[in-house]
């Protein structure tokens, strides 16, 4: 089993250019999320979906959009790079349960470089 | 707004030298507390969910123990293979849809010699 699968895993950009990060799940869950984790920030929330043709803002959303045209499929996108936005990216997936989610699966991460 | 801290930052072990790390939180109602273990350059990989005070779970050498306000990772006899990070998350019972996020500590970053 894949389980999230992130594309690119390494990638630098200059300021002010543009990217997409795709994440892709084969587990059919309902909810996916972005995060990007800095050193001595922990794990920040940068968007979620709670199903397809959802998206909501997390903790950290400025300079970030996402879209999620297919269940599993969640793409994090950047307009216009700022190294302020060098971190590693994770996304990760989860199903509901009752009124909650499941634990989360996580991809292994997009180091993203912005020089 | 909901809150987790984890302690110590870093901790290091000697092999078989027993010890417990600490997940306190604060959120209006906890849904459920989720540890994970990350290896350097990967994503978290899930270990444990906790969903009420006096609950246990054990996973070979860990024990996850939940209160109404903390959470402990008891490691028992640690080899160098359990050298990671250790992340704590909580799902909080909120309104406005935000049933389904995790708030994530800074995590705990174990490191086991032989």
């Known amino acids: 089993n894949a389980g999230v699968t992130q594309t690119p895993k390494f990638r630098v950009l200059k300021t002010g250019q543009s990217m997409t990060l795709l994440c892709a799940q084969d587990?059919?869950?309902?909810?996916m999320y972005w995060y990007r984790q800095d050193p001595g920030m922990g794990l920040r929330l940068i968007h979620y979906?709670?199903?397809?043709?959802?998206?909501a803002k997390g903790e950290v959303p400025d300079g970030y959009n996402v879209s999620r045209l297919k269940k599993q499929n969640f793409l994090l996108g950047l307009e216009s790079a700022a190294p302020s936005q060098t971190s590693v990216y994770f996304c990760a997936s989860s199903y509901s349960m009752g009124t909650g989610i499941a634990e989360a699966f996580f991809g292994q991460g997009t180091r993203l470089t912005v020089v | 707004e909901d809150q987790v801290t984890q302690s110590p930052e870093a901790l290091r072990l000697q092999e078989g030298e027993s010890s417990s790390l600490n997940c306190s939180y604060t959120v209006s109602g906890l849904r459920g507390l989720f540890w994970y273990r990350q290896d350097p350059g990967k994503g978290p990989e899930f270990l444990f969910t906790l969903y009420s005070a006096g609950e246990e779970k054990e996973k070979e050498r860990l024990k996850a123990t939940l209160t109404k306000k903390e959470s402990f990772l008891h490691i028992t006899a640690p080899k160098p293979e359990d050298s990671a990070t250790y992340l704590c998350a909580v799902q909080a019972i909120n309104s406005g849809g935000s049933n389904y996020k995790l708030t994530f500590g800074k995590g705990t970053l174990l490191t086991v010699n032989p």
């Open positions: 587990m059919n869950h309902e909810y």
């Open positions: 979906s709670v199903g397809e043709g959802t998206t």
